[in-house]
């Protein structure tokens, strides 16, 4: 009996030390106020009354469309895995994350230096480089002619998606993103649609767009993960 005790006390110490080793889920979004976010969105510069377009409404962050801008997290990270649950609200929409974001209005004084996972409706999973840059494979055929890649205006910014997974516009989407080391790969609906490395940034700040469309945000989450799951 003493024996069998032991083994018992053994197994439930080592699964107790296991489970304390999984990651942990932290939804960046409190349900009740922005707080653990700032605002930047260039309207309301110089107008205090110009609305702000990002708001809490039943318990889930809410970005209005207009005016344009983004809301950004206060802390940096890396290395994680973000779950995004949305849904346009009003038909088709515009959007985006914004991965590793840093200088503010760096791009056309709006856009982050940032890389940007597009949730534009048609195509969610695209990416685009505002001041950073990614490889993928066959970069030539996705991109285009090498001499036009780039990460600035004049440049081929936007690498498309390898596949559609998008539900009709005003169903929820499950939009999952492993950024780990210099790597990034998007899931879209549990099917993945893009995947990219060699990224010239690895960590920054996170934002969601104010593009045009109201979409609700019914979970913001990261967990922190160690490295780019293979399959899914």
């Given at each position: 009996?003493?024996?069998?005790?032991?083994?018992?006390?053994?197994?439930?110490?080592?699964?107790?030390?296991?489970?304390?080793?999984?990651?942990?889920?932290?939804?960046?979004?409190?349900?009740?106020?922005?707080?653990?976010?700032?605002?930047?969105?260039?309207?309301?510069?110089?107008?205090?009354?110009?609305?702000?377009?990002?708001?809490?409404?039943?318990?889930?962050?809410?970005?209005?469309?207009?005016?344009?801008?983004?809301?950004?997290?206060?802390?940096?990270?890396?290395?994680?895995?973000?779950?995004?649950?949305?849904?346009?609200?009003?038909?088709?929409?515009?959007?985006?994350?914004?991965?590793?974001?840093?200088?503010?209005?760096?791009?056309?004084?709006?856009?982050?230096?940032?890389?940007?996972?597009?949730?534009?409706?048609?195509?969610?999973?695209?990416?685009?480089?505002?001041?950073?840059?990614?490889?993928?494979?066959?970069?030539?055929?996705?991109?285009?002619?090498?001499?036009?890649?780039?990460?600035?205006?004049?440049?081929?910014?936007?690498?498309?998606?390898?596949?559609?997974?998008?539900?009709?516009?005003?169903?929820?989407?499950?939009?999952?993103?492993?950024?780990?080391?210099?790597?990034?790969?998007?899931?879209?609906?549990?099917?993945?649609?893009?995947?990219?490395?060699?990224?010239?940034?690895?960590?920054?700040?996170?934002?969601?767009?104010?593009e045009g469309s109201e979409i609700e945000?019914?979970?913001?989450?990261?967990?922190?993960?160690?490295?780019?799951?293979?399959?899914?």
């Amino acid at each position: 009996m003493k024996f069998n005790l032991f083994l018992l006390s053994a197994l439930f110490l080592f699964l107790s030390c296991n489970e304390a080793k999984q990651p942990v889920a932290q939804s960046l979004v409190n349900g009740t106020d922005l707080s653990g976010w700032h605002i930047d969105v260039p309207a309301m510069d110089n107008n205090p009354d110009t609305i702000n377009p990002f708001i809490i409404r039943d318990g889930m962050l809410v970005t209005l469309g207009e005016p344009i801008g983004h809301i950004i997290t206060d802390d940096e990270y890396e290395n994680y895995r973000l779950h995004v649950e949305y849904r346009f609200t009003k038909g088709a929409g515009n959007g985006g994350v914004m991965l590793h974001s840093s200088t503010l209005r760096a791009v056309n004084d709006l856009f982050p230096q940032s890389l940007e996972v597009q949730m534009k409706h048609e195509n969610v999973g695209d990416f685009w480089c505002f001041q950073e840059d990614i490889a993928v494979p066959d970069m030539e055929v996705r991109r285009g002619p090498k001499e036009n890649w780039g990460s600035t205006a004049d440049k081929q910014r936007n690498i498309p998606k390898l596949t559609d997974a998008e539900n009709p516009a005003g169903e929820w989407n499950n939009l999952v993103i492993e950024s780990v080391g210099d790597e990034v790969k998007v899931w879209l609906n549990e099917t993945l649609v893009n995947y990219g490395y060699n990224s010239t940034s690895q960590k920054g700040k996170i934002a969601l767009q104010s593009e045009g469309s109201e979409i609700e945000f019914k979970r913001v989450e990261l967990t922190p993960i160690t490295k780019i799951t293979e399959s899914k």
